[in-house]
């Protein structure tokens, strides 16, 4: 069993993933609309991702005995300016991820709930590769001057991306 708090607080963490995947949707749809489907390819595979790490949270719950609740999911802002501001969007929101996930993190710590911990602990290594990869984006688009050449380049580049399932090992 995990605590009441616990549950609640990985209940709220598998709609912020899910909120993740509707977000990054919205970035693929945006990169679609702009025939930049390198682009549109990257972010809808991250978009499954998300999905995935919600599922795992999902998953958890259910093998430690508490309950997964599907709370509502928010529209996200899918106003976008550039591939640049989108970049920047994704930067910022996997910094906000990672707050969350440290404050799991602090909380399974606090309670002494050593399984969540080791749970949460893909968590924490994934958001280093997230957090990596949207700041990957910017500095390369920045050294390419923010050109539409660079973005081409890059476009192309992205759409090599193929999506691999998370495998973690849950408890
Ligand atoms: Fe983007 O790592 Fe989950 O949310």
Known sequence: MISKKMESMLNEQMKNEFFSAYFYLAMAAWFSSKNLNGFANWYRIQA???????????????????NAEF??????DAN??????????TLEHEQKVTAMIND???A?????????QQFL???VSEQVEEEEN???LIEKLRIAGNS??????????????VYTPAVQATT
């Open 148 to 161: 539409e050449a660079g973005i081409l380049y890059m476009d192309a580049e992205a759409a090599t991306r």
């Open 71 to 76: 709370l509502t999911i928010e529209a996200p």
């Open 104 to 106: 799991l993190m602090g």
């Open 48 to 66: 499954q991702e998300e999905r995935d790490h919600a599922t795992m949270i999902m998953d958890y719950t259910l093998r430690v005995g508490a």
């Open 80 to 89: 976008f300016a550039s591939p640049m501001d989108i970049f920047e969007k």
């Open 108 to 116: 399974a710590i606090d309670e002494r709930d050593f399984k969540t």
């Open 134 to 136: 949207a700041t990957g």
């Open 121 to 123: 602990q893909w968590y």
